[in-house]
């Protein structure tokens, strides 16, 4: 009996990793807009690879405003509610609340739901670069690379990659340093994130969801940090039509 779940383990898990060895689409980041790419990209019947660096998917959604798991999310992006199942409440003025837990864990299932892999607990520490052009990510362990264990990595390679990374903008990052890549920004650099101001915010994380050089594009808090947006808090509407607009773009392309 032991050796028989053992033995499905390993080999559910292995046949799940060499099959999306290469995929269409690379997300770095299983957060709001990450999650909703995903699942838009799958639907589309593109093959998806999610890498998250934390155990539990979901970026920032689960602790909602200060540990009070609710969320706010404007009128434009209750439809992205609804299609994944998520309840939410009127708070007036154009704006919903939403639980956190059940936003976070409505998008992980529809994401997955709709095709997408993710895989948990491993980080993107390189990016793929090859004919001027982001090809792919360089994997491993969050667990080993946090203990500094000297192991080589494995990489993943991919069409395009897209940067969910939050507020470091780690992908964006790596193209710039690494690679020596111009981004499409007005400085060409990462430009980083401002102060709070919610309504800039908001609209500058839709905005900035776009291409950031062949093969990379960026959704969310990592597109605002690279394009100079402002910092908006715990409402979620632009991240989640952030990730819809990259699908989008993404699909178009492919």
Do not use: C
Request: aromatic fraction near 6%.
């Amino acid at each position: 009996m032991e050796e028989r779940i053992t033995s499905a383990i390993i080999d559910g898990f292995f046949k799940k990793l060499k099959d999306h060895l290469r995929v269409d689409v690379v997300i770095v980041g299983a957060g709001p807009s990450g999650l909703v790419a995903a699942r838009d990209l799958a639907g589309a019947g593109k093959k998806v690879a999610v890498f998250e660096r934390k155990l539990a998917p979901g970026g920032g959604i689960w602790g909602g405003g200060m540990l009070f798991n609710e969320v706010v999310v404007q009128d434009d992006a209750v439809s992205i509610l609804d299609s994944f199942g998520v309840k939410h409440l009127d708070a007036g003025d154009g704006y919903h609340t939403a639980d956190s837990v059940a936003l976070a864990s409505g998008l992980i299932f529809g994401a997955v739901h709709a095709g997408a892999v993710i895989f948990n607990s491993m980080s993107v520490e390189d990016i793929v670069f090859r004919d001027s052009r982001v090809g792919g990510v360089v994997i491993l362990w969050t667990p080993v690379q946090r203990l500094h264990m000297h192991v080589d990595p494995i990489v993943v390679t991919s069409s395009m990659v897209l940067d969910g990374t939050g507020h470091p903008s780690e992908i964006a990052g790596l193209a710039a340093e690494k690679a020596g890549v111009v981004l499409n920004t007005e400085s060409g650099a990462i430009m980083g994130e401002k102060p709070m101001w919610v309504d800039e915010g908001e609209a500058s994380t839709v905005a900035s969801t776009k291409q950031l050089y062949p093969g990379l594009y960026a959704s969310g808090m990592a597109a605002n940090n690279v394009s100079g947006g402002f910092r908006m808090g715990p409402i979620f509407g632009g991240m989640l039509l952030s990730g819809r607009k990259a699908a989008k773009l993404m699909i178009e392309e492919l």
